[in-house]
């Protein structure tokens, strides 16, 4: 297991006179499942542009397996084997679920059968067998989150990036998402999740890292975060801790 296979070395991201990311640091060790959260605005799908290279941060360097990827394009960093999804879900509506999974499976299978055969396996791995003559447009919104990991699981990445894949879920949606991270990582992939569902993240979490204002406020386990007191008055509020107090079981 590499230690550090993804480091976030002081990044700092400006948007005018607004500090979006402000020198974040932490690393990621291959097999992890790291949580980031924090209240809106506090820099998340800042940090994930930034480490996907979708922005370019302003100051700072990410790291990959001890190589500075902070220059390259966003087609570059997902071949190097780090994918993402957008908070607001972007599949290609009118297109087939095997023809969405398909756009990823191109990058490193070129021939059409290939891909094919790719995104069929892929299918299966989410569950999409069904649905796979589908347009992707009538899918609920929760298999469209799904539909968008497939996608980019089928690029074949080593870290996975997703942004707020358990938001509007119910909780039966939550437990199925929460297991499939778990396959994810079971199969050697690392993962980075923004969540706030707490009830999902929390218990597969190996660590949490903590924004607010674009600055890392803490990281730690689960339960170092929940109890930090500028977590709690940052993010979590006092109602929240005294509902969590003592429970850290994962998800009845
Ligand atoms: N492209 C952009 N242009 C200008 N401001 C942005 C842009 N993207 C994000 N921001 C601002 O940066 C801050 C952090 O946003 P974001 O990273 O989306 O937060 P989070 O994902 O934690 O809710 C917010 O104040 C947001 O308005
Ligand atoms: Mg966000």
Known sequence: MTKDMLIIDNITKRFGGLMANQNVSFSIAEGEIIGLIGPNGAGKSTLFNCISCYYNADGGRILFHGADISKKTP???????????????RIFK???????????????????CDATAKAEETADLFGFTEKLDLPAG????????????ARVFATEPKVLLLDEMMAGLNIQEVRETTDLILKLRDMGITLVLVEHVM????PIANR?????????????????VVNNDKVI???FGKK?????RGRT????
């Open 199 to 202: 009830e999902g993240i929390m």
């Open 138 to 149: 009538s899918l609920t919104i929760s298999d469209q989150k799904r539909l968008e990991v």
């Open 94 to 112: 009118e297109m087939t679920v095997r023809e969405n999974i398909m756009i990823g499976a191109f990058l490193k299978h070129v021939k059409l």
């Open 240 to 244: 929240y801790h005294a509902k969590r």
């Open 233 to 235: 008055q940052a993010y």
């Open 208 to 224: 949490v890292i903590v924004l607010d204002y674009g600055e890392k406020i803490a990281e730690g386990t689960p339960d170092e």
């Open 249 to 252: 079981a994962p998800l009845q």
């Open 75 to 89: 087609e570059a960093i997902c071949r190097m084997g780090i994918g993402r999804t957008f908070q607001i879900v």
